[in-house]
C-alpha cells in the first residue's frame, strides 16, 4: 500500500506560479512511476506530468510542455510539480498517483495509488 498528500494548491492569477507537493508513505519502493494528473468539472482526467524509474524520459502534456516540471526527492520521498506561466485553463483538482507499472507515463488506468487531491484555480 502507498499513502499520497498533495499539498500546494490554491489561487492564483495568470502568469503566476505554484508549485504542488505529494508525500509517500507506506510500501514507497514498490513505485515504478509517480505522476501528477488533473480533473476539471464535467472534464475527463487528463495526465500532466510523470517520472518514472528505470531510464524512461519524464512524459508531459503537450499543454503543459515548457511550464511544468516534474521532480522527486527520493530522501523526503516527495515528488513536486512546478507550475510557472499558469493560465486560466490550468485550473483544475491536481491528483499525484503511483504505479507499479514501468514506463506508465501518463496512462492513468495503470496507476493504483491516488491522492485526494489538491485544487489549483488561476484567474485571468
Known amino acids: 500500500q502507498v499513502q499520497l498528500v498533495e499539498s500546494g494548491g490554491g489561487s492564483v492569477q495568470a502568469g503566476g506560479s505554484l508549485r504542488l507537493s505529494c508525500v509517500a508513505s507506506g510500501d514507497t519502493y514498490i513505485s515504478y512511476c509517480m505522476g501528477w494528473f488533473r480533473q476539471y468539472l464535467g472534464k475527463e482526467r487528463e495526465g500532466v506530468a510523470a517520472i518514472c524509474r528505470g531510464g524512461y524520459a519524464d512524459s508531459y502534456a503537450d499543454s503543459v510542455k515548457g511550464r511544468f516540471t516534474i521532480s522527486q526527492d527520493n530522501a523526503k520521498n516527495t515528488l513536486y510539480l512546478q507550475m510557472n506561466s499558469l493560465k486560466p485553463e490550468d485550473t483544475a483538482m491536481y491528483y499525484c498517483?503511483?504505479?507499479?507499472?514501468?514506463?506508465?507515463?501518463?496512462?492513468?488506468?495503470?496507476?493504483?495509488?491516488w491522492g485526494q487531491g489538491t485544487q489549483v484555480t488561476v484567474s485571468s
Open positions: 498517483a503511483a504505479s507499479q507499472i514501468a514506463g506508465a507515463g501518463l496512462m492513468g488506468g495503470w496507476y493504483k495509488y
